[in-house]
């Protein structure tokens, strides 16, 4: 059963920063983390859950208007962990963020694309 585990969460003051990580476990043998698009999406109270930014078995990454230059996504496949960076932090980018695992496709931000996902971990930025 693949399980991804989000931690990094916490709170902050606008302008700093957080680093989000997500293990994944579970996998099949038969599909290497290598051929799985990741991606960080969030959700706000009230809001729908939106694509942050993901990172493609190409190497190709895309970011959200909203984070680019704030945001940066990462991987480790050897460690089968994802990363976020998010420096210059704003009270809007308040949200739970989760981690999602896409297997054998080339997958952006769309929710729809994804077919596992973590539990999520919370990111509170203060002004």
């Known amino acids: 059963q693949v399980q991804l585990v989000e931690s990094g969460g916490g709170s902050v003051q606008a302008g700093g920063s957080l680093s989000l990580s997500c293990v994944v476990s579970?996998?099949?043998?038969?599909?290497?983390?290598?051929?799985?698009?990741m991606a960080w999406f969030r959700q706000a109270p009230g809001k729908e859950r939106e694509g942050v930014a993901s990172?493609?078995?190409?190497?190709?990454?895309a970011y959200a208007e909203s984070v680019k230059g704030r945001f940066t996504i990462s991987r480790e496949d050897d460690k089968k962990t994802l990363y976020l960076q998010m420096d210059s932090l704003k009270p809007e980018d308040t949200a739970i963020y989760y981690c999602?695992?896409?297997?054998?496709?080339?997958?952006?931000?769309?929710?729809?694309?994804?077919?596992?996902w973590g539990q999520g971990t919370q990111v509170t930025v203060s002004s």
């Open positions: 999602a695992a896409a297997p054998w496709v080339e997958a952006g931000l769309a929710r729809s694309e994804y077919t596992y």
């Open positions: 579970g996998l099949s043998a038969a599909i290497p983390f290598t051929f799985y698009s």
């Open positions: 990172s493609r078995p190409s190497g190709i990454t």
